[in-house]
């Protein structure tokens, strides 16, 4: 038998102590969307070089590259991005009514697989010559 | 429910393209990261392979879509999660046309920068 709790509000942040796997969810959701979202704005713009000639758009991208900060960054990227994309289908499951009563779960089980594929890509990212 | 939280009305129109979009991005997403950090390492990256890549009609396509479906997801996700705040009237219009410009300026940019990627004209 279902059951209703009254678990107060998801914005009141000050009583974060009390929240439930769901609640954690969906400020993670909505974190982790913020950034992506600032992140394709910040993408465009450095692709943008591209309209300045093949030399500037190769320099810039290896010039980057080049920095270990992008490359934690962009650990830290894909650890967002996949995040997102798995708790987006368990929200898309919870849409559909599928294992409801499992949704707690699914969202340690989105924590956990999140962090192995960001530990396991890790050499990949800080691989490659650097500056 | 008392477990389901979520900055979407369900069922509703905006509610549906997110899901929609997302269930296109997943996959999308995952071939980009896996092609361009995996397959290729992002700091080999030079014009002449992005070119070569975006020269593809299939692949441009593809690209193209990404741009125009992640910039609906991301932006109609920052809508409905300001909605969900409880923002009303006038901030709500205004914030509404805002986000449409921007989705507007980015979309345009994307296809400028990924012609300009191109030999295909």
């Known amino acids: 038998m279902s059951q209703s709790y009254n678990r107060g509000t998801v914005e009141d942040f000050g009583r974060w102590r009390e929240f439930s796997a769901g609640m954690w969810a969906w400020i993670f959701h909505k974190f982790t969307g913020w950034v992506l979202v600032g992140y394709l704005f910040t993408h465009i713009a450095v692709l943008s070089t591209a309209t300045q000639g093949a030399e500037m758009y190769t320099s810039t991208l290896q010039g980057l590259e080049a920095l270990l900060i992008v490359r934690f960054l962009e650990v830290g990227l894909l650890a967002v991005a996949v995040f997102h994309i798995l708790n987006g289908v368990r929200l898309l499951m919870v849409d559909l009514g599928v294992g409801l009563e499992a949704q707690d779960k699914s969202f340690y089980a989105s924590l956990v697989l999140t962090g192995a594929i960001v530990v396991a890509s890790i050499p990949t990212f800080l691989g490659g010559p650097l500056a | ?121």
């Open chain 2, 1 to 121: 429910m008392a477990e389901h939280y979520s900055s979407f009305e369900r069922g509703g129109r905006r509610w549906l393209l997110q899901r929609l979009t997302a269930v296109f991005l997943i996959g999308v997403l995952a071939f980009h990261f896996l092609l361009l950090h995996f397959a290729n390492h992002a700091a080999d990256i030079t014009f002449a392979g992005t070119q070569a890549r975006m020269s593809q009609v299939g692949y441009f396509a593809t690209m193209w879509l990404f741009l125009v479906t992640a910039t609906f997801h991301g932006v109609n996700g920052v809508y409905n999660a300001l909605v969900n705040q409880g923002i009303s009237g006038t901030q709500k219009t205004a914030v509404k046309w805002a986000l449409v410009v921007a989705s507007v300026l980015l979309v345009a940019q994307g296809t400028r920068v990924a012609l300009a990627m191109t030999n295909l004209v």
